[in-house]
Structure formats: structure tokens, C-alpha cells
């Protein structure tokens, strides 16, 4: 989440000090990602360095104005026109979190995928509320409108987490009833499919 750039686009509309930015951006994204003022200021500072924004006076309370330069409008343009880069994705806690189980002595993968699966479902379903919410009023400004994007972009990733649980457990389920029918080296005991037995699992080639 670029709050380099969605500061930028806000200064397009005319000068704003830092408080103003911040309520800006949280409207327009309906706190889906809150920020401090400090935040603010620290973005609005470096921008100033990179000739991005320039200070621009005050207003009648006595607020600093940041202002944006043609410097920041050509960044923003090019933000704008530049797909975000999926090539290197960002960590995703559960995605490392069960990379991180698979094997782990102790850990019951299927409950700790269930687990998230609840909360998943959870999410998605206090979103769908919110956007049934937005949705009884015909969106009557852009920052309604806005929200109303980013709302029902959380539900589509909600839906498509629960559906990649969905996959995670089928597939562990598959290995681990693969494995318990493979008698352990050097023994003749076999591993049950309530666990995902420690290690790697073998695979019939």
C-alpha cells in the first residue's frame, strides 16, 4: 500500500496540511488502513526532499500547506499507468505460517487451516455487510464510491483465502492418507492421516 502516492493523488485536488491528508485518506479508504499523522508527515517530508510537494504557505489556522509539484504529478501519473508489480509479492503472514506447520512436531496443520478458515469467513462476511451498508444509499461522491471498491475488493480476497484454505487442506489431507498407507523406514508401523506426519511426506512415484 503506497502512502507515497495516495498522499500525492490528494494533493492533486489543492493544497492540504498534514491532519487534512490523513482524514482524506482514511475516508476515501474508509480506515481500511489507518495512519498516524506522524506518518503523514514523515511521507510529506521525504517528498519535499524528492522536489515531490513544496510547502505552500498557511491557512487561516495557521496549518502548514503541502502543495504538489509538477515533479510529484508525473510520479503520480506514472503510478497511475503502471501495473502494480506482482513479481515480487509481499510476505503474506499465512501463507508463511503454513509453510511453517507443514512437518512441525505438535502442530495439527488441519485445525490451525480451519482456525483461519473460521476467521476468513468471519471477515468476509461482516465486509459483505458493510458493502449491503454502502450499497442501500446510491454512492453519492467519490469517496463514497471509493470505499465501496476497496470493500468489495476485501471480500473477493476473503473469498479467494477461503478457497486456497479449501486447497490446502484437500491436498494435505491427500499426502498425509498417501503416506500412512507408506511404512516407515525400517519399521512396519504407519503414520495416521489426523496429523501430517513430521518431515516431508513420501509420495508414491
Same mark, same amino acid.
Given at each position: 500500500?503506497? !502512502?507515497?502516492?495516495?498522499?500525492?493523488?490528494?494533493?492533486?485536488?489543492?493544497?492540504? #496540511?498534514?491532519?487534512?491528508?490523513?482524514?482524506?485518506?482514511?475516508?476515501?479508504?474508509?480506515?481500511?488502513?489507518?495512519?498516524?499523522?506522524?506518518?503523514? #508527515?514523515?511521507?510529506?517530508?521525504?517528498?519535499?526532499?524528492?522536489?515531490?510537494?513544496?510547502?505552500?504557505?498557511?491557512?487561516?489556522?495557521?496549518?502548514?500547506? #503541502?502543495? !504538489?509539484?509538477?515533479?510529484?504529478?508525473?510520479?503520480?501519473?506514472?503510478?497511475?499507468?503502471?501495473?502494480?508489480?506482482?513479481?515480487?509479492?509481499?510476505?503474506?503472514?499465512?501463507?508463511?505460517?503454513?509453510?511453517?506447520?507443514?512437518?512441525?512436531?505438535?502442530?495439527? !496443520?488441519?485445525?490451525?487451516?480451519?482456525?483461519?478458515?473460521?476467521?476468513?469467513?468471519?471477515?468476509?462476511?461482516? #465486509?459483505?455487510?458493510?458493502?449491503?451498508?454502502?450499497?442501500?444509499?446510491?454512492?453519492?461522491?467519490?469517496?463514497?464510491?471509493?470505499?465501496?471498491?476497496?470493500?468489495?475488493?476485501?471480500?473477493?480476497?476473503?473469498?479467494?483465502?477461503?478457497?486456497?484454505?479449501?486447497?490446502?487442506?484437500?491436498?494435505?489431507?491427500?499426502?498425509?492418507?498417501?503416506?500412512?498407507?507408506?511404512?516407515?523406514?525400517?519399521?512396519?508401523?504407519?503414520?495416521?492421516?489426523?496429523?501430517?506426519?513430521?518431515?516431508?511426506?513420501?509420495?508414491?512415484?
Amino acid at each position: 500500500m503506497s !502512502i507515497r502516492h495516495g498522499l500525492l493523488a490528494l494533493l492533486e485536488r489543492g493544497p492540504r #496540511y498534514g491532519a487534512q491528508l490523513r482524514t482524506e485518506f482514511e475516508s476515501r479508504t474508509g480506515s481500511t488502513w489507518p495512519l498516524n499523522v506522524g506518518q503523514v #508527515y514523515t511521507t510529506l517530508s521525504r517528498l519535499e526532499r524528492d522536489g515531490m510537494v513544496a510547502q505552500d504557505g498557511a491557512d487561516d489556522a495557521g496549518h502548514d500547506l #503541502y502543495t !504538489i509539484t509538477d515533479d510529484g504529478r508525473a510520479e503520480l501519473r506514472s503510478w497511475f499507468e503502471s501495473p502494480v508489480d506482482r513479481s515480487s509479492p509481499p510476505r503474506d503472514e499465512l501463507a508463511i505460517k503454513l509453510a511453517m506447520a507443514v512437518g512441525a512436531p505438535g502442530v495439527d !496443520i488441519r485445525h490451525v487451516i480451519q482456525s483461519q478458515r473460521h476467521h476468513t469467513l468471519k471477515a468476509m462476511q461482516d #465486509y459483505t455487510r458493510l458493502k449491503a451498508q454502502a450499497l442501500a444509499d446510491v454512492p453519492a461522491n467519490r469517496d463514497e464510491v471509493a470505499w465501496l471498491l476497496v470493500v468489495e475488493q476485501l471480500i473477493f480476497q476473503a473469498e479467494a483465502e477461503a478457497r486456497w484454505l479449501d486447497h490446502c487442506e484437500a491436498r494435505l489431507v491427500r499426502l498425509a492418507e498417501a503416506a500412512a498407507t507408506e511404512p516407515a523406514a525400517g519399521t512396519a508401523t504407519t503414520r495416521g492421516p489426523a496429523r501430517f506426519p513430521a518431515g516431508r511426506p513420501r509420495t508414491r512415484r
